[in-house]
C-alpha cells in the first residue's frame, strides 16, 4: 500500500524568505504521480504543483517547485519568496491507480503541514 | 476554477437520519471522487465514479452509497447518519486525458452528526 509522510506538523517562516516542507513517500509501483495541495483557512483544496515519476526535471509552478529525489523517495515542496497569503495547511499526496488498464486514480494524502508566514 | 460545486456547504443533523450530498460538476469529466478529511487523515477515498452509473468503493466506504444517473451529478448517501460519520467532504474530479491526472476538489460540505 501506498503511504505519505509528513513528519512537519507546523512551520513558521519569515515574509520573503523560502521554507522546504517535507514529504516523504512509500510505494512499490513504478509508475506515480506526486502532489501537493493548498488548504487555507477557507478550507478549500487548491493544486499547487505535479510532479511526475519519470520526469526528469523538478516540477515548477510560480513560486512553487517541488524538490523530487527518486531514490530517496522524497517529493519536498519549496516555496520561494513567502508571503502572508501562503499560511495555510499544506498536503502532500500520491496518485494511486484504481482500475488495472484504466485511469480512474485515488489520491493517497498524508496528515499534512501547517505553514504561518510572518512578518 | 474546476466548475464543481458541493451542495450543501454546511449541515446539521441527527443520529439515524438519511443526509444526501450533492456534487455537480460543469465540465464534463468522466471520474468523479467522494473523500472525507478528518483531523490526523489527511482526506480518505470514499467511493468513486468512472462513468455514469459506474461506480465503485473506496477505503472508508462503508456507511455510504453514491449514485451517478448524469454525468455533472454524483450524489452521496448516508443511509442512517452516525456521529463518526461528523466531517468534511469532498468532491473531486478529474480528467481521462493527461498524463497529470490532476484532481481538482469542490469547496467541501462541513457535516455535523448529532
Known amino acids: 500500500a501506498q503511504k505519505i509522510t509528513q513528519t512537519q506538523p507546523g512551520m513558521f517562516v519569515q515574509e520573503k524568505e523560502a521554507v522546504t516542507l517535507d514529504c516523504t513517500y512509500d510505494?512499490?509501483?513504478?509508475?506515480?504521480?506526486l502532489f501537493w495541495y493548498k488548504q487555507p483557512s477557507s478550507g478549500e483544496m487548491i493544486f499547487l504543483i505535479y510532479?511526475?515519476?519519470?520526469?526528469?526535471q523538478n516540477a515548477t509552478e510560480g513560486r512553487y517547485s517541488l524538490n523530487f529525489q527518486k531514490a530517496r523517495k522524497s517529493a519536498n515542496l519549496v516555496i520561494s519568496a513567502s508571503q502572508l497569503g501562503d499560511s495555510a495547511m499544506y498536503f502532500c499526496a500520491m496518485r494511486e491507480s484504481l482500475r488495472w488498464g484504466g485511469t480512474a486514480s485515488k489520491l493517497t494524502f498524508g496528515t499534512g503541514t501547517r505553514l504561518q508566514v510572518t512578518l | 476554477d474546476a466548475g464543481i460545486t458541493q451542495s450543501p456547504r454546511h449541515k446539521v443533523t441527527e443520529t439515524g437520519t438519511p443526509v444526501t450530498l450533492r456534487c455537480h460538476q460543469t465540465e464534463n469529466h468522466r471520474y468523479m471522487y467522494w473523500y472525507r478529511q478528518d483531523p490526523g487523515h489527511g482526506l480518505r477515498l470514499i467511493h468513486y465514479s468512472y462513468g455514469v452509473k459506474d461506480t465503485d468503493k473506496g477505503e472508508v466506504s462503508d456507511g455510504y452509497s453514491v449514485s451517478r444517473s448524469k454525468t455533472e451529478d454524483f450524489l452521496l448517501t448516508l443511509e442512517s447518519a452516525t456521529s463518526s460519520q461528523t466531517s468534511v467532504y469532498f468532491c473531486?474530479?478529474?480528467?481521462?486525458?493527461?498524463?497529470?491526472?490532476?484532481?481538482?476538489f469542490g469547496a467541501g460540505t462541513r457535516l455535523s452528526v448529532l
Open positions: 473531486a474530479i478529474s480528467s481521462s486525458s493527461g498524463a497529470k491526472n490532476i484532481q481538482y
Open positions: 510505494t512499490s509501483d513504478p509508475s506515480y504521480g
Open positions: 510532479q511526475g515519476s519519470y520526469d526528469q
